[in-house]
Nanobody
Framework: QVQLVESGGGLVQPGGSLRLSCAGSGRISSIYAMGWYRQAPGKQRELVAAITGGGTTNYADSVKGRFTISRDGGKNTVYLQMNSLKPEDTAVYYC????????????????WGQGTQVTVSS
């Protein structure tokens, strides 16, 4: 089993920045891909960004150029740096992890965190 714990969410004004962190523990050596999903009220959960152990990244079109995903393998931690935040970025952000990059990108990672709220509002 792998446990994922997110931190770093909160309230920020439009145009501001936040950095989310996700610390993994347990059988972390089995994990190849990690990523972030988000779900806004009344909307479907969507992929935000993903990264593999080799450093390959994927981003949703809506966040390209504003968000950056990174991974510290030594600390079993994945980060999401969010800049130029917009009200439409408001959502619960979930950290995810799995053995398969393709399954993670398709919305089927093996592990999910509890989620952290990000609210962008003036």
């Amino acid at each position: 089993q792998v446990q994922l714990v997110e931190s770093g969410g909160g309230l920020v004004q439009p145009g501001g920045s936040l950095r989310l962190s996700c610390a993994g523990s347990g059988r972390i050596s089995s994990i190849y891909a990690m990523g972030w999903y988000r779900q806004a009220p009344g909307k479907q959960r969507e992929l935000v960004a993903a990264i593999t152990g080799g450093g390959t990244t994927n981003y949703a079109d809506s966040v390209k150029g504003r968000f950056t995903i990174s991974r510290d393998g030594g600390k079993n931690t994945v980060y999401l740096q969010m800049n130029s935040l917009k009200p439409e970025d408001t959502a619960v952000y979930y950290c995810t992890a799995g053995e398969s990059r393709s399954l993670l990108l398709q919305g089927h990672p093996t592990y999910w965190g509890q989620g952290t709220q990000v609210t962008v509002s003036s």
